[in-house]
């Protein structure tokens, strides 16, 4: 009889795989707020899209070499706050906002407080995610997820930037896509997650014209990438209300048909 063996235990150390991903994001996150308070508002939004980069990669990591643990859940959400919820709101705010005080005291106040509002929405939408987790379907998010507002916010910012705009000249424009990007996230919009359905093998799959698609905004980012981002962002946040209104068409069609 052959002695019974048993395979070897995985390292403790490979969870720090996932969570270097994490912490990437956290310091792209925290590199947009220095870089934002110095001025240096277009390596902001770069910084910013990284951080996106790096959540979308920590997440898949964590499940090819099977190391999701509750503090790496945990961790992400945390880093999520600072990268797309303190970040994008100070650079919104050191870029533009800030100026609103050129139009008297009490609309000063309203510039700071529209970024605190957007932070405030990007906490409530991480912990409501949390708390749902499990329970909803993968295929659509509830309400804006945070990376995508927060590559509306960055997108707008670089842009104007690299149009030689200033932000005290689109500080009403700024105003309104701050408090617009923060209210998404809250709402109870569905936004498609591009997950695919169901669980399983299946689960990660998409239409075979997300990938064409996906080629086209790849090939597009080499020619423009600071239009190019503010485009697919806006046209991904204007999504969940367009499809919110073609559903309550449609279910006002079939009330009335007889």
Request: proline share 5%; hydrophobic share 50%.
């Amino acid at each position: 009889m052959e002695p019974q063996t048993t395979p070897p235990a995985r390292g403790r150390g490979i969870y720090l795989l996932p969570n270097l991903f994490t912490t990437g994001g956290l310091f792209a996150g925290f590199f947009a707020i220095i870089a934002s308070s110095q001025g240096r508002y277009g390596a902001a939004c770069i910084a910013i899209f990284v951080a996106a980069i790096l959540d979308g990669i920590d997440g898949r990591v964590a499940r090819l070499t099977n190391t999701q643990s509750e503090f790496g859940v945990q961790y992400d959400s945390l880093a999520d706050l600072v990268s797309f919820g303190m970040a994008p709101a100070l650079v919104m705010y050191h870029w533009a906002l800030a100026s609103m005080k050129l139009d008297g005291p009490t609309l000063g106040k309203i510039g700071w407080l529209a970024a605190f509002l957007y932070a405030a929405c990007a906490a409530l939408r991480l912990a409501r995610f949390n708390s749902q987790v499990g329970t909803v379907d993968r295929r659509w998010f509830i309400g804006l997820a945070s990376p995508a507002a927060a590559g509306l916010m960055a997108s707008f910012v670089w842009t104007c930037h690299e149009l030689d705009y200033a932000g005290e000249e689109l500080r009403y424009g700024a105003l309104v896509v701050t408090v617009v990007a923060g209210l998404l996230m809250v709402s109870r919009l569905r936004y498609n997650s591009f997950k695919g359905s169901g669980t399983g093998p299946r689960a990660e799959r998409v239409p075979f014209v997300a990938l064409l698609i996906a080629v086209g905004v790849l090939i597009a980012l080499w020619v423009d990438p600071p239009k190019t981002l503010l485009a697919a962002s806006t046209l991904y946040a204007l999504s969940g209300p367009v499809l919110w209104f073609w559903r309550r068409q449609e279910a006002a069609q079939q009330a009335g048909a007889p």
